[in-house]
């Protein structure tokens, strides 16, 4: 299988960044121990149900293969692929939980061999977008921002049971 490199720079706070931490923190203890419970931070993003919440946004049990990285000198965060392996179908639910006072927020993804072939999606509170069109984005982030205060039209939760050991 063909490796894939993410691409993703966000301006935050240490605090802002600790969000994502403590996401891959929480999914990392669940694959060590099945029972394991996210911390009060998360509880307070995710709502009552924060643990079944971040485990259907996250994929589980699939990886979220993600990782983060803060620069306290430049206040930005970076997200990367593991091991050319991240689970593409969380990254922009988990950033409508996480950051939705950073949105719209878009970033690139491309197979590590093709560069030139890159896939850019732009999050927003009510629309996601996907373009190869580098050109495109810097406008239909534009667009994202100007929709305004509408209700949003995403359904953010789980629509379906997780799976247990006995699946």
């Known amino acids: 299988m063909s490796s894939i490199t993410l ?77 050319g392996r991240p689970n593409l179908g969380a990254l922009p639910v988990l950033l409508l939980w996480l950051y939705p006072e950073k949105l719209p927020i878009a970033y690139a993804v491309h197979v590590t061999e093709r560069p030139e072939l890159a896939v850019w999606t732009m999050v927003g509170l009510n629309r996601i977008e996907i373009t190869q069109h580098e050109g495109e984005v810097a406008a239909r982030l534009e667009a994202l921002r100007t929709i305004g205060e509408v209700p949003r039209r995403l359904d953010l939760l789980p629509t379906r049971p997780l799976p247990t050991s006995e699946d």
């Open 7 to 83: 691409s993703l720079e966000l301006a935050c706070s240490r605090d802002e960044a600790a969000r994502f931490a403590a996401v891959e923190l929480f999914l990392a203890e669940v694959a060590q121990d099945a029972s394991a419970e996210p911390p009060a931070e998360l509880d307070a993003l995710f709502g009552a149900k924060a643990r079944e919440t971040i485990l259907g946004l996250a994929g589980h049990p699939q990886p979220l293969g993600i990782t983060c990285r803060y620069d306290r000198d430049t206040s930005v965060m970076t997200l990367v692929a593991i091991d």
